[in-house]
């Protein structure tokens, strides 16, 4: 069970700075019941505002025992009911509002995509999501020729039904892009090969809880690959833009 420091009636405002802690107390209480949390995963949460702990005038972050018990009915939920961020953030909302509210459920271990589309775990998307040959042309303005080499390259890589995800697409789209810049898929091949070595990287992390006996741990699995490829895109470009010297604001 989730333990916290509560601190004795009567001390106001000072009492309640005493009961803030950091982001190492928080992993190691949350540890007890989530042995599989990590700083990164309270990170991604924060960052997807599910929580909002303090910050210090250096900038360190200090949580509340109600931002750790938030943490914790989050984790809950993911592990138990394997409900989708969004769906969490508003359950959580609207109990905080005082609503009364029902849990929502899951038929089965889910996971999302980075866009945010569940599918089952360890399955393909479902045929209805892929697009054909024609399809992906139209959607990134290309002919066959691009097409057959952006395959040859392994930029892009069809279903074992010939079909294209929705990731194929977007990956067309922004090929075709860079395309009309001059760039070819021949210089890409350093971009798909430092993506490889992204994934890889994850499946470093993920995969000792895929091969657990406990199949909720093998669910978490994939929220946590999830998660790690979402803060590997954004590390991506925050050192691309860092690199050209590009300021976005």
């Known amino acids: 069970m989730l333990r916290t420091t509560t601190g004795g009636a009567g001390h106001g405002t000072a009492d309640a700075a005493d009961q803030l802690v950091s982001i190492g107390t928080v ?3 949350l540890r007890e019941e989530f042995p599989e949390v990590t700083i990164s995963k309270i990170r991604f949460l924060e960052s997807e505002g599910l929580v909002e702990p303090q910050r210090t005038a250096s900038g360190y ?3 509340s025992p109600r931002d750790v018990e938030r943490l914790a009915r989050i984790l809950r939920m993911q592990r138990d009911h394997y409900l989708p961020l969004k769906v969490i953030r508003e359950h959580l909302d609207a109990v905080e509002r005082g609503e009364q509210v029902r849990l929502p459920s899951a038929p089965g271990p889910q996971r999302e995509s980075l866009d945010g589309n569940p599918w089952e775990a360890g399955e393909d998307r479902p045929t209805a999501a ?3 040959r024609a399809e992906l042309l139209a959607a990134a303005g290309a002919g066959e020729e691009e097409l057959a080499a952006w395959e040859s390259y392994g930029l892009i890589t069809p279903a074992s039904d010939g079909g294209y ?6 990956v067309a789209k922004l090929v075709a892009e860079l395309g009309r810049f001059g760039l070819e898929p021949r210089h890409l091949r350093a971009v798909k ?3 490889d070595r992204e994934a890889g990287l994850v499946e470093q992390v993920v995969a000792p809880l895929r091969r657990h006996r406990n199949p909720q741990t093998r669910a978490h699995a994939e929220a ?4 790690l490829a979402a803060l590997s895109v954004r590390l991506h470009a925050a050192l691309v833009q860092t690199a050209l010297g590009i300021r976005l604001y």
């Not at 995800?165 to 977007?170: F, I, K, P, R, S």
Request: proline share 0%.
């Open 193 to 195: 090969a430092a993506a």
């Open 224 to 227: 946590t690959a999830k998660e």
């Open 130 to 132: 892929r697009v054909g």
């Open 61 to 63: 972050r200090k949580f």
């Open 27 to 29: 992993l190691h209480q």
């Open 165 to 170: 995800d929705a990731e194929a697409v977007t």
